[in-house]
Structure formats: structure tokens, C-alpha cells
């Protein structure tokens, strides 16, 4: 059983609007998130992260949005660039798990339409 | 020069044949991870490796073996690979007291 989801595979924008890329998890002791971003023949790239204290955080374009009650996070992209154009991972930890590993989602490919 | 860096790149084999996954890394972080992506699965942990004397399995480790031959290496075996093991496989190290992970650039198998 997935404990994080990406529903959407892919996800259409043209340049300029609003990208929204939503994942979902069901672990309630998640308490790091982050968001990842690949390119094609590349290895992921972290993008942006937000901690569960905190339902909000922004960096330039980039702001990801995180309900905990409803165990739902969001990435918003604006305004969305064809360079954005990628697969994008969203992922979760637990900080009291002694491994303090990642669980990724299924990925969300972003293309932006010039 | 890639911080993480992976060999080979791409790789095909046959089913039953031994292979090694190569896995060098120049940030001085002693965590290290290998993660395959599946398409719709994103990516799954194979194995992790906190320093040279600690290994750990992860969610998939079933067929596979690692290494961790210094603080900068860690390579991941397959014993006698399978047709379901064909992938990307991901090399990756952890900044300390952040849950970012560095990738390396993915070593792509197909097991005929």
C-alpha cells in the first residue's frame, strides 16, 4: 500500500497560468515533506520542502501547501515556464523513525505549453 | 563534476547474469541510498547505508546486495538478475539533519 499518492500522472498548463500538482499520504507520523523535480536522463532535484509545523512555504515561483488534517499537500507553480516541464515527486518522512527515510509518490509529469 | 556520480549509465543484460551498479559520491555525507523508479511507482528504496559499518535493507531488497567499500562508495549487486528487475536505479546520499537526498544521475538496467 502506497502511504504516499500522486494521483495524477500528468498534468497539462499553459505558460504563464497556474500549475497545481497535489499528492496525499496516509502516514499520520509524516512530519517532513519535500518536493522533487526530474528531468529526463537526470536524477531528481530537490525543489522545495515544508515541515508539519507550518502550512505554508514559498520559494519564488514555487509554494507548497501542506493540510494536515487532511493529509494533503499541494505544489503551486506560478507563473508556470516550459523549463518546468518535468516529472515531479513528492515525498515524506518521520522524523522519530530511525531511519528518517523518504517515501516518494508515483510522480506527476508537468508539461507547460509554450 | 557530478557530486553523485553512478556507473554504467545503461546497462543490458541477459536473466541469471551477475551485475554491479557502482556508486561514488564527493559530498562527504555518510548516509548513502539506492532507490529503482517504476513508472507509477516513483521511487522505492532498495537498500541504505548510514556509514561503512551499517547496512540496512529497505522496502525492496529482495535480489539484491550492497556494498558500502568506503564512506564515498556504495554499489548495489544483483546476485542473478531477472527480467522484473530491469529499471532506473538511483544512487543517492543525505545532507545531514535535512531530509534532502542528492541523486546521482540513474543507471538504467533491462534484464532480457
Known amino acids: 500500500d502506497q502511504q504516499v499518492k500522486q494521483n495524477s500522472p500528468s498534468l497539462s498548463v499553459q505558460e504563464g497560468r497556474i500549475s497545481i500538482l497535489n499528492c496525499d499520504y496516509t502516514n499520520s507520523m509524516f512530519d517532513y515533506f519535500l518536493w522533487y523535480k526530474k528531468y529526463p536522463a537526470e536524477g531528481p532535484t530537490f525543489l522545495i520542502s515544508?515541515?508539519?509545523?507550518?502550512d505554508k512555504n514559498e520559494d519564488g515561483r514555487f509554494t507548497v501547501f501542506l493540510n494536515k488534517s487532511a493529509k494533503h499537500l499541494s505544489l503551486h507553480i506560478v507563473p508556470s515556464q516550459p523549463g518546468d516541464s518535468a516529472v515531479y515527486f513528492c515525498a515524506a518522512s518521520d522524523h522519530n523513525n530511525a531511519g528518517n527515510m523518504l517515501t516518494f509518490g508515483g510522480g506527476t509529469r508537468l508539461m507547460v505549453k509554450p | 563534476d557530478a557530486d553523485v556520480t553512478q556507473t554504467p549509465r545503461n546497462r543490458i543484460t541477459k536473466t541469471g547474469k551477475r551485475i554491479m551498479l557502482e556508486c561514488s559520491q564527493t559530498k562527504g555525507h555518510d548516509r548513502m541510498y539506492w532507490y529503482r523508479q517504476d513508472p507509477g511507482l516513483g521511487l522505492r528504496l532498495i537498500y541504505y547505508s548510514f556509514d561503512v559499518k551499517d547496512i540496512n535493507k529497505g522496502e525492496i531488497s529482495d535480489g539484491y546486495s550492497v556494498s558500502r567499500q568506503a564512506q564515498a562508495k556504495f554499489s548495489l549487486s544483483l546476485e542473478s538478475a531477472i527480467p522484473n528487475q530491469t529499471a532506473l536505479y538511483f544512487c543517492a546520499t543525505k545532507q545531514p539533519n535535512t531530509g534532502e537526498l542528492f541523486f546521482g544521475e540513474g543507471s538504467r538496467l533491462t534484464v532480457l
Open positions: 515544508i515541515s508539519s509545523i507550518k
